[in-house]
C-alpha cells in the first residue's frame, strides 16, 4: 500500500505560462529539500519530478506528477500528485501534503507576478 496524495488549482493564466513557471518553481526547489528527474512529456501537459530531501538525506525520495489541462474559458487547471514508494505505509508528519501546498503556493506567487506584469497598462 502507498500513500497517494493529490490537490487541483485553478489559475488565470494560459497553459504555456503556466508551465513556464512550474519549471521555474521546480528549478529553485524549496526550503529543504530540491525537485529531481524532472521530465516534460511531449504536448507539455504533463511534468514528472521526484522531491528529493536534503535536510534529511535518509528519507526516501518521492515521485510527483504534475498535469496542465487548458479550460475553455482561458485558464488553466494544475493537478499535483504524490505517491509514496513501495515501503512507505503512512504520512504521520504530513509530507505529501505539505510537498504539494508549497509546489502550488510558489506556482502561485510566479502567477501573480507574471499576470501583474500582462495586464499593466502600455506606457504612452
Same mark, same amino acid.
Given at each position: 500500500? /502507498?500513500?497517494?496524495?493529490?490537490?487541483? &488549482? +485553478? #489559475?488565470?493564466?494560459? +497553459? @504555456?505560462?503556466?508551465?513556464?513557471?512550474?519549471? +521555474?518553481?521546480?528549478?529553485?526547489? %524549496?526550503?529543504?529539500?530540491?525537485?529531481?528527474?524532472?521530465?516534460?512529456?511531449? @504536448?507539455? /501537459?504533463?511534468? %514528472?519530478t521526484?522531491? +528529493?530531501?536534503?535536510?534529511?538525506p !535518509?528519507?526516501?525520495?518521492?515521485?510527483?506528477?504534475? &498535469?496542465?489541462?487548458? %479550460? @475553455?474559458?482561458?485558464?488553466?487547471?494544475?493537478?499535483?500528485?504524490?505517491?509514496? %514508494?513501495?515501503?512507505?505505509?503512512?504520512?504521520? #508528519?504530513?509530507?505529501? @501534503?505539505?510537498?504539494?501546498? $508549497?509546489?502550488? =503556493?510558489?506556482? =502561485?506567487? !510566479?502567477?501573480?507576478?507574471? &499576470?501583474?506584469? $500582462?495586464?499593466?497598462?502600455?506606457?504612452?
Amino acid at each position: 500500500m /502507498t500513500v497517494r496524495r493529490d490537490n487541483t &488549482e +485553478k #489559475f488565470s493564466i494560459d +497553459k @504555456d505560462s503556466l508551465l513556464t513557471n512550474v519549471l +521555474k518553481v521546480l528549478r529553485r526547489g %524549496q526550503r529543504g529539500y530540491r525537485y529531481v528527474d524532472t521530465v516534460v512529456n511531449e @504536448d507539455r /501537459t504533463r511534468v %514528472q519530478t521526484r522531491v +528529493k530531501p536534503w535536510l534529511w538525506p !535518509l528519507l526516501l525520495s518521492t515521485p510527483m506528477t504534475l &498535469e496542465v489541462a487548458a %479550460q @475553455d474559458d482561458g485558464s488553466c487547471d494544475l493537478t499535483v500528485s504524490t505517491r509514496s %514508494q513501495l515501503p512507505i505505509h503512512g504520512d504521520i #508528519f504530513g509530507c505529501y @501534503d505539505r510537498y504539494i501546498a $508549497s509546489l502550488l =503556493r510558489s506556482v =502561485r506567487s !510566479l502567477n501573480s507576478a507574471t &499576470e501583474r506584469v $500582462s495586464t499593466a497598462p502600455a506606457a504612452p
